[in-house]
């Protein structure tokens, strides 16, 4: 018996994350637009069923193992699901505003400071040329990176572990925000859920 990939359940309403982002962004990017990428996924991998008792996070690492007729299915469907399956789990409507600890010392050290890492990520999140991705990740030596990729590029594909990814493809934000892609960025970080990332850090690092 194969065990489909499954849209995972939100953990707050629609509306929790306005006037950041609003309801109806929400209900079509994770029933519409996550909701297909798992659809196409699992029927994607029917000619490669192995493939759904293994974790995504390896099949994305392995992308190049995975058969050709399916690759670029796999790629931007295998991708967009783990994607988004972080993404909701970054974005909280209360909690922790800023990192400490460990991660926050990492960033300093890192960027220069915790400022600088924003400015960087926010650099990184606007320049993304048409649909993509900003990330905050650990890479393959257990160094923080800020970068962007294309699609549903994942930093899982280069073996790095992401900690918090902004998706910055146009149906995340352009009820409300239509071109202006630096607003959306800048109300993100009053939804970043640094619990989250600095859980993700934990178990990374
Ligand atoms: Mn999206």
Same mark, same amino acid.
């Given at each position: 018996?194969?065990?489909?990939?499954?849209?995972?359940?939100?953990?707050?309403?629609?509306?929790?994350?306005?006037?950041?982002?609003?309801?109806?962004?929400?209900?079509?990017?994770?029933?519409?637009?996550?909701?297909?990428?798992?659809?196409?996924?699992?029927?994607?991998?029917?000619?490669?069923?192995?493939?759904?008792?293994?974790?995504?996070?390896?099949?994305?690492?392995?992308?190049?193992? =995975?058969?050709?007729?399916?690759?670029? &299915?796999?790629?931007?469907? %295998?991708? *967009?699901? $783990?994607?988004?399956? +972080?993404?909701?789990e970054v974005?909280?409507?209360?909690g922790k505003?800023t990192p400490d600890g460990a991660l926050l010392a990492d960033l300093?050290?890192?960027?220069?400071?915790?400022?600088?890492? =924003?400015?960087?990520?926010?650099?990184? &999140?606007?320049?993304?040329? %048409?649909? *993509?991705? $900003?990330?905050l990740? +650990?890479?393959?030596?257990?160094?923080?990176?800020?970068?962007?990729?294309?699609?549903?590029?994942?930093?899982?594909?280069?073996?790095?572990?992401?900690l918090l990814?902004?998706?910055?493809?146009?149906?995340?934000?352009?009820?409300?925000?239509?071109?202006?892609?630096?607003?959306?960025?800048?109300?993100?970080?009053?939804?970043a859920n640094w619990s989250y990332v600095e859980k993700q850090y934990q178990l990374y690092r």
């Amino acid at each position: 018996m194969k065990t489909l990939f499954e849209l995972p359940a939100l953990k707050f309403d629609f509306a929790a994350l306005e006037p950041a982002i609003d309801a109806r962004t929400m209900e079509i990017h994770h029933d519409k637009h996550h909701a297909a990428y798992v659809n196409n996924l699992n029927k994607a991998l029917e000619s490669a069923p192995e493939l759904y008792e293994q974790p995504l996070e390896k099949t994305l690492l392995e992308i190049n193992k =995975v058969p050709e007729s399916i690759r670029t &299915a796999v790629r931007n469907n %295998g991708g *967009g699901h $783990a994607n988004h399956s +972080l993404f909701w789990e970054v974005l909280t409507p209360g909690g922790k505003k800023t990192p400490d600890g460990a991660l926050l010392a990492d960033l300093e050290k890192t960027f220069g400071g915790l400022d600088a890492f =924003v400015e960087k990520f926010n650099t990184a &999140a606007t320049t993304r040329f %048409g649909s *993509g991705w $900003a990330w905050l990740v +650990l890479d393959g030596d257990k160094k923080l990176q800020v970068y962007s990729t294309a699609n549903q590029d994942s930093p899982l594909m280069d073996g790095h572990s992401p900690l918090l990814g902004l998706d910055v493809w146009e149906h995340a934000y352009y009820l409300n925000y239509q071109n202006r892609r630096p607003d959306y960025i800048k109300a993100f970080w009053s939804l970043a859920n640094w619990s989250y990332v600095e859980k993700q850090y934990q178990l990374y690092r």
